[in-house]
């Protein structure tokens, strides 16, 4: 491919772009499928004969399927679902005809390691939680769910099936719900980030949520406990925003492959003495020990690669992330993000 | 509904699990004679004598049906692999890893072109594996039910990779 004119990617070896009078070819190899776009659609025919003259290919047309994920193209936007994949998941736990609920996880549910329970069938529950993560690829919504009941993988006891059992009775309700990308929106990249304090019920560790958007399409978000103890609010969710700044880096990285170009990339945080940590490097008695590594994000604010904004609380889009929400703030935060049923797409 | 009829009647509806199920099928049988004409068609192996310090492969059929969206079996494909748990590293294979594009850059990628107005298209490499040559020596035992009569003992040098080899996906 190297051969035709095409630049590799910078940070993903395997991305491929060409340049050539204002159109542009990108292509992302996966293995043996490539997805391609161009900025003029006469040079598709063109790009698909190089292509055929070097492999055996098969012409899929338009991209509606890859790796599992539906993708629905239409006039104003990308839809990306796994629906399918969803229905199975249903059938294949019994849960086609279960009661719907219309949250993933109870306001008030906190599992822990539920030492007296009855233990259930380590080897089920494992399936679940596996077939369950594979589903956040498009399902952003269940994600904080599944990454808790995971921690229980070990030893799951009836409690956490019972979580588990929940979240299937989630997606019964929301099966057709998937990712909505709009394309009439303003080119920008932004972070949120968000962490709730001594989460984890078993050993006081602190959760950090975050997301990106690209526009005002969701493309990255994670959650993960964190690998230390946080002694306050602000140190978790200052650890939590550099984690999201870590991902903003690699996406601005990414996006300068593509040809653009980002600097002070804006990062949402709700907790203004996070913010002032980042700015200001005084120690104070309760911040001194922070790790060195979790000053990473002071450096990229120095650099200018990116800047921490503050948001209130109601505009926190890392919520999602990071608790149990009740009903109407659950689905007030999907609809921001765009985890939404295509039916709903105006 | 005319064209759907004719397409259906070279569909097999069951997926057989062993070679001889397949067998009592002629629309496996013609499969598995297309899959074993591409490989004498892509060169992917020579035949060649049998010695002691081979490390000698066996291989595999996997017969699997593909089912469209509206949940009808569309094609049968049968696909000949290597028990790539047999080979021994550093005799066989070296390096096992393969770059592949991560999630998150595919949704980048959407996300980019939906908000630059482009359209995104797809395709695949068929077979993927047989473009390539391998570095190892690879020794495979000849596939069953297609010996060479005349020389039953000789096994097969792998010229390219194969589906279940170690090393098929990073070529």
Known sequence: MLSQGYERGKTDKTFFIKNSCNDIILDQVYV???????????????????????????????????????????????????????????????????????????????????????????????????????????????????????????????????????????????????LWYPSKVTLNLIGYSDSNFAGCKVDRKSTSGTCRLLGSSLTSWHNKKQACVALSTAEAQY???????????????????????????????????????????????????????????????INGDSKIQFVDCENQLADLFTKPLNKERYNFLKNELGIINFKNVN | MNHFCEHMAFVSQVEPKSMSEALEDNNWI?????????????????????????????????????????????????????????????????????PVARLEAVKLLLAYACLKGFRLHQMDVKRAFLNVFIDEEVYLSQTPGFEDHNNPDYVFKLKKALYGLKQAPRQ
């Open chain 1, 32 to 178: 043996d499928n490539i997805i391609f776009g161009l900025t003029n659609e006469s040079l598709c025919e063109q790009f698909v004969a190089t292509m055929q003259g070097e492999f055996e290919m098969s012409m899929m047309g338009e991209l509606n399927f890859f790796l599992g994920l539906q993708v629905k193209q239409v006039e104003h936007g990308i839809f990306l679902c796994q629906e399918k994949y969803c229905r199975e998941l249903l059938k294949k736990f019994n849960m086609e005809n279960c009661k719907e609920a219309s949250t993933p996880i109870a306001t008030g549910c906190y599992l822990d390691a539920d030492e007296a329970r009855v233990d259930v069938d380590q080897t089920k529950f494992s399936q679940l939680i596996g077939s369950l993560l594979y589903l956040t690829a498009s399902r952003p919504d269940i994600m904080f769910s599944v990454c808790l009941c995971a921690r229980f993988q070990a030893k799951p006891k009836e409690s956490h099936y019972v979580a588990g059992k929940r979240i299937l009775k989630y997606l019964k309700r929301t099966t057709e719900v998937g």
């Open chain 1, 239 to 301: 650890i939590a925003a550099g984690s999201c700044c870590a991902q903003t880096i690699w996406l601005k990285h990414q996006l300068s492959d593509f040809g653009l170009n980002l600097s002070k990339i804006p990062l949402f945080c709700d907790n203004t003495s996070a913010i002032n940590l980042t700015k200001n490097p005084v120690h104070h008695s309760r911040t001194k020990h922070i790790e060195i590594r979790h000053h990473f994000i002071r450096d990229h604010i």
């Open chain 2, 30 to 98: 013609n499969v598995i004679h297309e899959e074993v004409n591409q490989f004498a068609r892509n060169e992917v192996w020579t035949l060649v004598p049998r010695s002691k310090e081979m490390n000698v492969i066996g291989t595999k059929w996997v017969f699997k049906n593909k089912i469209d969206e509206q949940g009808v079996i569309v094609r049968n494909k049968a696909r000949l692999v290597a028990k790539g748990y047999n080979q021994e590293e550093g005799i066989d294979f070296g390096e096992t890893y393969v």
